[in-house]
């Protein structure tokens, strides 16, 4: 028969899950993995087929960086939607540029390809840093 602390120890469980999946930090992320499908798809058909995996990746993943070490956001979810798209479409263009340039200067795909996903994550770490410092501990 379970005792009291191990039920209290699930409903803390289960409450500090909910509180998690149902945050702004998560309405960010599936903004940025909704945007890098179609984003990636286009920057394949613009510039190199390898570009799709570089964007889909940089960008799906560079808004996550602005939570590590816990840092939250506590806005409301259009607001964060709105994070989360400018975030990933700024990163998927700078993941697509640096592919361009890099297959422009006759580099092989998969050298093109790598410099997309290293700069596009690069940048995305630092863009979403800027923007969880500027929303962190605001309240919706």
Partial sequence: MP???????RADIVRRWKDELF???T???????AVALPAGVIAAALVEPGALYAVWFASAV???FGYWRGLRIEVDYRTA???GLALSLAIAVVATV??????AFAATETVAVGAGVVVGLLFGALASRVA?????????
């Fill in 3 to 9: 005792s009291r602390d191990d039920s209290s120890l």
């Fill in 23 to 25: 945050s702004s930090d």
């Fill in 27 to 33: 309405v960010v992320a599936l903004v940025a993995v």
């Fill in 62 to 64: 560079g808004p996550t």
């Fill in 81 to 83: 939607a709105t994070v």
């Fill in 98 to 103: 640096v592919v361009a340039l890099a297959a």
């Fill in 132 to 140: 969880f410092h500027r929303f962190a501990g605001r309240t919706p």
